[in-house]
């Protein structure tokens, strides 16, 4: 084999290498908890991951505010920025609510069944969550983020 054919076929393989370590760790990775019935659950990490969801959500409204009315391409662009990032943290929290705690904590409780009561009033409070974080999808108000926080808060006496 000639030399520079050899030294092709090695650069070429540093390249690939270089490549498929770039892809990654760019590569989005998953937050959730598996679905499988491991046992392995960390219920106060994910309340405080919700409650740090919350607080960014907040700081989102505050900066996207600040930045309303504002024409420029850079405020333009922070604010979108700003948007997304507010959104992708509701949808963590609705996430959250709904692959851990729905599906993997809360177990049905049949009507009239002991138990029962409490059961509806655990899925008010998921739901309740839940529905604050699309309210701070739609709007930045600061009540919605308040609501949220109160309704975290509500969610996590039960763990």
Partial sequence: MNRYFVAGLSLFGFVA??????LSLNAPTAQAHCQVPCGIYDDAARIAHMREDATTIEKADKLINELAGKA????LNQATRWINTKEAHASNIIDTVSTYFLTQKVKPVAKGA???DSYLATLAD???VMTAAMKCKQTVDASNVEALKKAIDGLATHY
Wanted: negative net charge; hydrophobic residues 50%; charged residues 10%.
């Fill in 17 to 22: 290498l270089v490549f498929a370590a770039t």
């Fill in 126 to 128: 998921h739901h309740a």
């Fill in 72 to 75: 420029d391409a850079l405020s």
């Fill in 114 to 116: 002991d138990g029962y």
